[in-house]
């Protein structure tokens, strides 16, 4: 017919036909019966396909020459818009279609076994009908239907769930989603009821569920309770500011709880116990991000800025972390392997990097390492280097230059010690052994240099040490720390008992003296020794009041020492060790004036060196303004400690005064640099 | 004293060209003589109090013109002289120093010299000449060799005389302040042109445009705590 130029005719024909035909149809569908009615829209459906294909294929003469010529819509489409416009859209089934559709959906939802393939088909048929049939049609009820749906639910579900169930409900409700849609929908539908679901289950509630009494994410991350925490990272990741309000949660949480644990009373009484509570906490949260929040870069952010926070308010910490250090590099770390070393070792440098006062940290270190190395206390001289070296790395050559050199002083003082009894030999083989540790002034922590009377036998020999040494290092200055020392002595007691005695050099003098003496008063020892008053109180009552180490008896038997007590050898004194330690050289946590004292010593060597950096960067700037220089200071000084815009200003004064500055005659806030 | 001096010589000089444009004239042989009349009422005038083995007038001779001036020696006006002679040493006036403080203010006798004082006191407070006084005052102050500041005590009462009248309440409190205060124990030359500085600039006694973020002195900043905390 089209050849013979009938194709308008032919078209029309087949308009009207298939018009009127899918009337038809669409009556039989309608009349359907409750349950029937999809099967038999389906029915039709594909009945309708089957025919479409056929007539295609036998007008396909048309199709290909008189459509495109009269822009008429093709065969295949036509019939599609045909069915879409009488059947679909028709009055009687446009909704009841919508309304069957969403019905199932939601018998789905409660839990009921729905006919999946047919639900497909159905879908499928809208999709082939053109996407805005789809969405118009079916997928945009749907999703205003759902939101309602999980409005209500979530609603329900957060009076009567606590969080880890609610998030368990919650997910699986996303994971139904997923799956309908991979099941019988349009795979686009995916993210657009996703984002329902989120929004409904998630962000509308997200705040109570994070606060939530008794389950909340505070609760979890008390317990450990890495699967709920991992759900909740999971599910808050899809919604915006889900992330950073579980960040900013764990970070007040995080602030509270360590503020609590530095300022606890109970725990600040023993450093070591403090800071194993700090690594105890490090790690939990360290396995916290690790198993539940995939690492997040940004959730370790903030660990980390909470540790330093909480760290610096109280400012014992560098003390108690370096007493810490001590704690196992006395005996801690003895026989532990050195992989093991190393891992407490590296978790210590942690720590230290959140410390804002690293220069507190090093002087309390020094003093530390002094006593170990002086008393012969360290476990492991591997390990001590090994912490030397991490310090080095993190805080440059400086900080270290000076703990190196106490260790070279060690084992120069050893060779001089081979030097010295190798050239005396003849001479000294009666004589008490000596030992002697020559250190550098510079290297060890400042001590004022007192000196004691040593017993006769001590001093002899130590003046022969004196003039062999300075026989061969000639300028130099030797002078006696007797308040660091120790001693052995072999004592026999009133009954044969005896003892090998460890003590303090202090405590040396005093017992020496009762070889020529049985009774003695304070004032007589004070006299014979010269020890500094405060150090012979605490010296004596180490001897004579401390039980099981009582080698002296005083009377009265009272715990002070006043000035005309009196004191005898223990005749009585027993123990059942042969070797008794009664020394007191080992460090400890300072008392308050001591603590007083190392904190003005800080505070003086910060002068310094924030002058230098003044100069430093005055000299490369010239002219730089007043808020400009405090900025730049305080950057420069930053890893060493935090500079305080006060003392920053007046240590600029004092640089006006001495003329290495001067302010700018027209503009105050401005500062030159005098050559 | 040489350090003096050099620090002299990086000031802006604001003061005292005076003398020398009014002296320039012609050459003739009248003013030549007119001049060299006045230099010797000058000179003889400086005659009446010099100590004369110390070829200067000293604190006996400064009391002694004061008492002629009618004004008592510690009188503001008198360092106001001694700043337009720049005089160099407290208590001293040198030969030289006096000619140039009389040829300033064009005065060859007692009676002169006495007028001029009230013209000099409206020059010194003058803004351009008045900062240049302050430090002079500062500087005059520092009698020993190699002295860098001004105890407290000092400071109080120079500050009391110099800018007592121009800044009456805040000399006032500063000064108590300063007293009753133990950090510092002396004023330094960059503390005391700071305080001028804040009062020129801080509207007192509110202080409500003080930022101590800005570079004043620390010892200002000390003060402002303190007046803050008494107000409250």
């Known amino acids: ?675 | 004293m040489p350090r003096a001096s050099s620090k002299r010589k990086s000031r802006p000089l604001n003061s005292a060209p005076a003398a020398k444009s009014s002296r320039v004239d012609s050459s003739s042989s009248a003013s030549r003589k007119a001049l060299s009349k006045v230099r010797q009422l000058v000179d003889s005038f400086f005659e009446s109090y010099v100590n004369k083995s110390l070829g200067m007038i000293d604190p006996e001779g400064i009391e002694a013109l004061c008492l002629d001036l009618q004004v008592d020696h510690t009188d503001v006006r008198i360092l106001m002289l001694a700043w337009k002679m720049k005089a160099e040493k407290q208590g001293y006036f040198t030969q030289e120093e006096w000619r140039r403080g009389l040829d300033a203010l064009k005065v060859d006798t007692i009676s002169k010299l006495k007028k001029s004082l009230s013209n000099l006191e409206k020059e010194v407070s003058k803004p351009e000449n008045f900062d240049d006084f302050y430090m002079y005052a500062f500087r005059y102050c520092l009698t020993e060799e190699k002295q860098k500041c001004v105890d407290i005590e000092s400071a109080c009462v120079l500050l009391d005389l110099v800018l007592g009248p121009k800044y009456r309440s805040q000399v006032e409190y500063f000064t108590k302040y300063l007293k009753s205060q133990k950090e510092y124990k002396v004023i330094n030359k960059d503390q005391w042109l700071n305080f001028l500085r804040f009062c020129q600039e801080i509207s007192f006694p509110d202080l409500e445009n003080y930022d101590s973020d800005q570079a004043w002195s620390l010892i200002l900043d000390n003060f402002v705590e303190w007046m803050k905390s008494k107000a409250s």
């Open chain 1, 1 to 675: 017919m089209v050849l013979h130029k009938f194709g308008e005719k032919l078209y029309s024909g087949l308009v009207g036909t298939m018009t009127l035909h899918l009337q038809e149809m669409a009556k039989t569908i309608e009349a359907a019966q409750g349950n029937l009615f999809l099967e038999e829209l389906n029915r039709k459906w594909n009945d309708h396909n089957k025919a479409l294909q056929m007539i295609r294929d036998i007008l396909m003469y048309m199709d290909r020459t008189f459509i495109p010529s009269n822009r008429k819509t093709p065969v295949h489409e036509l019939g599609l818009n045909l069915w879409r416009d009488n059947v679909i859209h028709s009055s009687k089934i446009q909704t009841r279609l919508l309304d069957t559709l969403l019905e199932l959906i939601q018998k789905e939802r409660t839990g009921e076994i729905i006919n999946r393939g047919l639900m497909r088909n159905i879908i499928k048929m809208l999709m082939d009908l053109g996407s805005s049939v789809y969405q118009e049609d079916f997928e945009k009820h749907f999703l205003e239907v759902s939101a309602d749906f999980y409005r209500a639910e979530s609603q329900d579900f957060i009076e009567c769930c606590d969080c880890g169930d609610y998030l368990k409900k919650a997910e699986r409700r996303l994971n139904e989603e997923i799956e309908r849609v991979s099941l019988y929908l349009d795979s686009k539908s995916e993210t657009k009821i996703t984002n329902v679901v989120e929004k409904e289950m998630i962000a509308s509630h997200m705040l109570r569920l994070v606060h939530m009494d008794n389950s909340g994410l505070v609760n979890m991350l008390i317990d450990d309770k890495y699967e709920d925490l991992g759900r909740m990272y999971n599910l808050f990741r899809r919604v915006p500011n889900g992330l950073p309000t579980i960040r900013d949660v764990m970070t007040s949480h995080l602030r509270e709880t360590g503020k609590q644990l530095v300022t606890d009373a109970e725990k600040l009484k023993d450093p070591v116990e403090f800071v194993q509570c700090l690594l105890n906490e490090k790690d939990k949260y360290d396995k916290i991000i690790n198993l539940a929040f995939s690492n997040d870069k940004t959730f370790q952010n903030a660990l980390n800025s909470s540790f330093e926070y909480f760290i610096n308010l109280n400012p014992r910490s560098p003390e108690f972390i370096s007493l810490f250090v001590d704690e196992k590099l006395r005996k801690g770390l003895k026989g532990v392997s050195e992989e093991d070393v190393e891992t407490i070792l590296d978790k210590v440098m942690m720590l230290f990097r959140y410390l804002q006062e690293k220069d507190v940290f090093e002087k309390y270190y020094k003093q530390h390492l002094a006593k170990r190395l002086l008393s012969g206390k360290t476990v492991s001289d591997d390990a001590e280097r090994s912490l030397i070296v991490k310090l080095k790395t993190e805080c440059g050559y400086q900080f270290t230059s000076k703990l190196e050199g106490m260790f070279t002083d060690m084992k120069t003082s050893q060779d001089t010690m081979q030097g010295f009894y190798a050239a005396y030999a003849a001479e000294l083989g009666d004589s008490p052994t000596l030992v002697v540790q020559v250190l550098t002034t510079g290297s060890w922590p400042t001590q004022p240099s007192i000196t004691c009377n040593l017993p006769a036998e001590m001093s002899a020999l130590c003046e022969k040490f004196r003039s062999y040494y300075l026989g061969t290092h000639t300028g130099r200055r030797l002078s006696w720390q007797t308040n660091m020392g120790t001693a052995d002595l072999k004592a026999i007691f009133g009954k044969g008992q005896k003892h090998e005695l460890n003590v303090s050099t202090y405590q040396m003098c005093v017992l020496m003296l009762f070889n020529s003496a049985d009774r003695l008063s304070y004032k007589e020892i004070e006299q014979a020794t010269e020890i500094p008053s405060s150090d012979l109180r605490r010296c004596l009552q180490s001897l004579a009041c401390v039980k099981g180490k009582n080698v002296l008896r005083k009377e009265p038997m009272s715990k002070d020492i006043g000035e005309e007590d009196a004191f005898f050898v223990n005749d009585k004194f027993a123990s059942k060790f042969y070797k008794v330690k009664i020394g007191t050289v080992v460090a400890q946590k300072e008392s308050e004036p001591e603590k007083q004292e190392t904190r003005q010593r800080v505070e003086e060597d910060r002068k310094p060196q924030i002058e230098a950096a003044i100069v430093r960067i005055m000299k490369s700037r010239r002219v730089l303004d007043h808020n400009n220089i405090i900025a730049e200071v305080t950057k420069q000084l930053q890893s060493r400690f935090l500079a305080n815009p006060g003392e920053i200003k007046k240590r600029i004064e004092s640089l006006i005064e001495r003329d290495f500055l001067e302010r700018d005659s027209s503009d105050r806030r401005l500062y030159r640099y005098l050559a």
